[in-house]
């Protein structure tokens, strides 16, 4: 009795590990499935360490890479390849953000069921929001820089029509680096790096003055320096009597310094969170890199953070979001990349009154300072920077949107060692505009 006893203790053990056991397997299976079906050892879906499957095409059925049993086949064109590799991905998997490592099992046409092996026999393709020919414009015009980036997206559906960033290279003929290369040739700026605003930033402080000051009372007499505790903020010249759009407009440091002072740390610090600047977006499963910012007591380092510099850096996808809120009555569509994933609104950043104030503000710059005949036929709002670093010459930066319901497009344009915004980024965002209106 006892010996029977025993086995039957035995067996049951024997069915209980056995049933932990599967119970394990399955978890793993649904969790990590995806890795071992994607693994690169399975050599049905890879030729040479390299994907065989799987298409990407642009927003216009345009060919960016097809991955085939004999190897990725490109675009043609060498301008539309260095201008999409960052988004779409080169063989050796370098850029972490691109197309072809995070959406990897979907070009493989993974599933839980029927594991690499299609139904249909055939791969899933996918077809991204960019524009090709508008992605190659903004790459031949930031060849002329070190480095750089520029991003336009519809700020109604999300959809990230141009995201270029240089230095680029050809994935056909990628260039050996050396182990100490700082470059960040394989950086995509866009989603992954982060930037000293300089004046763009002023939109932010702006729109916190709408909320939060006695805005339409605000006058500001500049005589090119603000005295604060002994230090100086400087403009680049005399604006004299200024409003708050006036102070926009001239992008007067002493003002906006000024501004910051009265709004405190405190407000400063939850309008770069409420405006998303510290948030970090999923774009379709691809992440961008969050903004940061400090705000001390102390008036002259707020001042200085005020107008966008000191600490503060934007991440340009981020902030082009923000510039989609104030187009579009406060909140915008999140950035997405995928043409069929769905759209996610952001939350409300701004009240819709503070938002056309700060819009109509933006449209009267290009008005009464940069020039309409800069920016033939295109109803643009927007704000130029001009972002001193440390030993080098200006970031220049310009950020705005499009007033259009047929074109509600936002953009940003970051160019490193550049001089000027209004000269040098702002003719970018224009020639980049005018491909996507026709
Ligand atoms: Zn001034």
């Known amino acids: 009795m006892r010996r029977l006893e025993r086995r039957a203790m035995i067996c049951m053990l024997l069915a209980a590990v056995l049933v932990i056991g599967t119970l394990l397997f399955c978890v793993r299976f649904v969790r990590d499935g995806r890795e071992w079906a994607t693994f690169y050892g399975n050599q049905g879906i890879y030729t040479d360490?390299?994907?065989?499957?799987?298409?990407?095409?642009?927003?216009?059925?345009?060919?960016?890479?097809?991955?085939?049993?004999?190897?990725?086949?490109?675009?043609?064109?060498?301008?539309?390849?260095a201008a999409t590799v960052h988004t779409v991905g080169d063989t050796r998997g370098n850029i972490s953000t691109s197309a072809m490592s995070v959406y990897?099992?979907?070009?493989?046409?993974?599933?839980?069921?029927?594991?690499?092996?299609?139904?249909?026999?055939?791969?899933?393709?996918l077809t991204l929001t960019l524009?090709?020919?508008?992605?190659?414009?903004?790459?031949?015009?930031?060849?002329y820089y070190d480095a750089g980036t520029v991003g336009v997206y519809d700020y109604t559906t999300g959809e990230i029509l141009v995201m270029v960033s240089t230095p680029s290279y050809d994935p056909l003929d990628p260039p050996e680096l050396d182990p100490d290369d700082d470059s960040g040739l394989y950086i995509n700026r866009?989603?992954?790096?982060?930037?000293?605003?300089?004046?763009?930033?002023?939109?932010?402080?702006?729109?916190?003055?709408?909320?939060?000051?006695?805005?339409?009372?605000?006058?500001?007499?500049?005589?090119?320096?603000?005295?604060?505790?002994?230090?100086?903020?400087?403009?680049?010249?005399?604006?004299?009597?200024?409003?708050?759009?006036?102070?926009?407009?001239?992008?007067?440091n002493g003002a906006f310094s000024l501004l910051a002072e009265q709004l405190g740390s405190a407000n400063m610090e939850e309008y770069v969170e409420r405006l998303g600047l510290t948030r970090r977006y999923d774009i379709d499963g691809i992440r961008n890199v969050s903004g940061s910012f400090d705000f001390p007591g102390d008036p002259i380092s707020n001042g200085w953070a005020g107008v966008?510099?000191?600490?503060?850096?934007?991440?340009?996808?981020?902030?082009?979001v923000y510039m989609g809120?104030?187009?579009?009555?406060?909140?915008?569509?999140?950035?997405?990349?995928?043409?069929?994933?769905?759209?996610?609104?952001?939350?409300?950043?701004?009240?819709?009154?503070?938002a056309m104030?700060?819009?109509?503000?933006?449209?009267?710059?290009?008005?009464?300072?940069?020039?309409?005949?800069?920016?033939?036929?295109l109803a643009i709002g927007g704000k130029t920077g001009t972002a001193e670093v440390e030993g080098k010459s200006p970031n220049a930066m310009f950020a705005g949107f499009l007033a259009d319901p047929e074109h509600p497009y936002a953009f940003i344009v970051c160019l490193e060692n550049a001089g000027g915004g209004l000269e040098n980024a702002a003719p970018i965002a224009n020639a980049v505009l005018q491909q996507l209106m026709y």
């Not at 060919?63 to 390849?81: F, H």
């Not at 979907?106 to 594991?115: A, V």
């Open 49 to 81: 360490g390299m994907l065989s499957s799987g298409s990407i095409y642009d927003r216009n059925g345009v060919l960016l890479a097809e991955n085939t049993e004999e190897g990725i086949i490109y675009n043609d064109d060498a301008d539309i390849r």
């Open 104 to 125: 990897k099992s979907k070009l493989i046409g993974y599933n839980l069921l029927t594991g690499t092996y299609k139904l249909q026999g055939k791969n899933e393709d």
């Open 131 to 143: 524009d090709a020919e508008a992605c190659k414009t903004a790459y031949e015009w930031l060849s």
């Open 190 to 252: 866009f989603l992954s790096s982060t930037w000293t605003p300089g004046s763009i930033f002023k939109t932010v402080t702006a729109a916190a003055a709408i909320d939060r000051l006695d805005w339409q009372n605000f006058s500001y007499y500049c005589e090119g320096t603000r005295y604060v505790e002994g230090s100086e903020i400087n403009c680049t010249h005399a604006h004299g009597q200024l409003d708050l759009a006036d102070a926009l407009t001239q992008s007067c």
């Open 308 to 320: 966008g510099q000191y600490n503060d850096q934007i991440n340009p996808c981020s902030f082009m």
């Open 325 to 354: 809120a104030v187009a579009n009555g406060g909140r915008s569509a999140e950035p997405k990349l995928l043409a069929n994933s769905s759209v996610t609104m952001t939350g409300q950043m701004l009240e819709e009154n503070t």
């Open 357 to 377: 104030i700060l819009r109509d503000m933006m449209m009267r710059n290009v008005t009464e300072n940069y020039g309409e005949w800069n920016f033939p036929g």
